[in-house]
């Protein structure tokens, strides 16, 4: 018996257990054929907001740890505001790519994102793999991919209405569209666990923005972030081993 512990589960509450597997399965696909598709000038990101994150000052300085004494840190601090993270992770380098560091992760900061990702290799192929937040979907980004693909502006219809932007369901149908330069693949419902940049966001939450950490203010806590982020393309970066394969057990 161990009361003090707990442990966590998420149902996912899968309506179509076949639809399920098969986007689990594609996903896995594009990670596991990431070598491949980079030899072919595609590049593969995997791509997430993490927002809300807290710039708090200890009121008093952390005691070091010495002889006799473990660290000690006072539980006391002091607020100073909220910042937040868009980023991409380059699945095949590890390199974390075109990040924004900022408070706010509206539609357009999205799609700044994803601009700045595609500049960098603006004649390849793109695919972005991240979860279905509505900004995700956005009519902005539906029409720089219509640009990209050299389509006019006025067949897309209009917002609400009619023709590829008139709803969520309409403008994933455009930006799944395997046969763009620039494709979106979208996780399922409570898979964020297939999505490798939360696996960096928890890399850098426990290196970085850990309990340890005391920033005097927004501005601080930002230039941390942005200094880890260059700290760790210079010589932390390098893939995961993805082996799942997508495989999943019908309960």
Not at 106 to 115: A, G, I
Not at 146 to 171: C, F, P, Q, V, Y
Not at 215 to 237: A, H, P, R, T
Request: aromatic share 10%; charged share 25%.
């Amino acid at each position: 018996m161990q009361p003090h512990r707990t442990r966590c589960w998420l149902n996912p509450n899968i309506e179509n257990f076949e639809d399920f597997q098969t986007k689990v399965a594609e996903i896995c696909c594009i990670y596991l054929s990431t070598d491949k598709l980079t030899q072919e000038n595609v590049h593969i990101y995997s791509t997430d907001e993490k927002m809300g994150i807290h710039a708090r000052e200890h009121v008093n300085p952390r005691q070091n740890m010495k002889p006799g004494q473990i660290e000690r840190i006072d539980p006391e601090y002091i607020r100073h505001g909220v910042s937040g993270l868009i980023a991409s992770r380059n699945v095949a380098t590890g390199e974390i790519v075109g990040p924004l560091v900022q408070p706010e992760r509206k539609e357009l900061d999205f799609l700044l994102h994803v601009k700045i990702v595609v500049s960098l290799n603006p004649n390849d192929r793109h695919i972005f793999i991240m979860d279905g937040l509505n900004t995700h979907f956005s009519e902005s980004l539906v029409v720089f991919v219509a640009k990209i693909e050299g389509l006019d502006e006025s067949t897309l219809g209009a917002k609400g209405k009619h023709g590829i932007l008139k709803n969520m369901k309409s403008r994933c149908k455009f930006l799944t569209d395997k046969s763009h330069q620039i494709v979106f693949v979208y996780t399922p419902k409570h898979c964020s666990w297939l999505n490798q940049i939360e696996c960096w966001f928890s890399i850098i939450t426990r290196g970085l923005l850990n309990k340890r950490a005391s920033f005097k203010s927004v501005e601080e806590l930002e230039q941390k972030i942005w200094d880890y982020i260059n700290f760790y393309n210079q010589f932390l970066k390098k893939p995961f081993a993805w082996n799942f394969a997508g495989k999943l057990l019908k309960v």
